[in-house]
């Protein structure tokens, strides 16, 4: 499986765009990257998903590095209901497994 | 419609007991996972089924815990003996199609607070 590296915390004022960083240097050809997030005390909720275009929804956009060994989920106007860690993860077309890592807490100051 | 339902929210049992977490998946949903989280860590897998076979085992920690699936639906995950190290959440998850595919999203649900004392 891929190895991801985020930032520990990162923070943000409520109505500024934010970009969280994610470098995945090992991830294969053919593995999509997904972003997560966990609210506190909750599941974990899906946020997004590519594989080498850029992607947009009513969440977030998702920049995939031409290289494919980094990417950025952008959230356009940060509200304090986004505050949570959020998951970068490889997709592994071997397992078909969801691999989480430490993630990013972000924190949303009003 | 419904999420992924799990039960009971919370379970508080004694040590060395043995306790049963039950998922139910969103219907149609091929592939189910289970994780679970200690008190401030990240998830951990322990198991995933594709219809009512679990091709990766790999993540169960001991032979103390167990999981199927019946009708390609319910799943459960037994602990047997329970351990106080086994104290953790413990999450489900379902996605219409096995996740190795790309292309696909899984839906979680709020988990299963498991305390052992």
């Known amino acids: 499986d891929a190895k991801t590296t985020q930032p520990n915390s990162m923070e943000s004022n409520e109505e500024e765009p934010v970009h969280l960083p994610c470098n995945h240097s090992?991830?294969?050809?053919?593995?999509?990257i997904h972003w997560y997030r966990q609210l506190p005390s909750q599941g974990p909720e899906y946020v997004i998903h590519?594989?080498?275009s850029n992607v947009n929804n009513r969440m977030a956009s998702l920049a995939i590095a031409e290289d494919r060994k980094s990417s950025t989920l952008i959230l356009h106007r940060a509200t304090l209901r986004d505050a949570a860690v959020y998951y970068c993860?490889?997709?592994?077309?071997?397992?078909?497994?969801?691999?989480f890592g430490q993630g990013t807490t972000l924190q949303v100051k009003p | 419609g419904a999420g992924v339902s799990q039960s009971p929210s919370n379970k508080v049992t004694e040590k060395g007991k043995d306790v049963e977490l039950r998922c139910d998946p969103i219907s149609g949903h091929t592939a189910l996972y289970w994780y679970r989280q200690s008190l401030g860590q990240g998830l951990e897998f322990l198991i995933y089924?594709?219809?009512?076979?679990?091709?990766?085992k790999s993540g169960l920690p001991s032979d103390r815990f167990s999981a199927e699936r019946t009708g390609g639906s319910v799943s459960t995950l037994t602990i047997q003996r329970t351990q106080q190290e086994d104290s953790a959440v413990y999450l489900c998850?379902?996605?219409?199609?096995?996740?190795?595919?790309?292309?696909?999203?899984?839906?979680f649900g709020q988990g299963t607070r498991l305390t052992v004392v």
């Open positions: 993860i490889p997709g592994s077309s071997n397992t078909g497994k969801l691999i």
């Open positions: 090992t991830i294969s050809g053919t593995d999509y």
């Open positions: 089924f594709q219809g009512n076979s679990a091709p990766d």
């Open positions: 590519g594989l080498t």
């Open positions: 998850a379902s996605a219409p199609r096995w996740l190795g595919g790309g292309g696909t999203e899984a839906f």
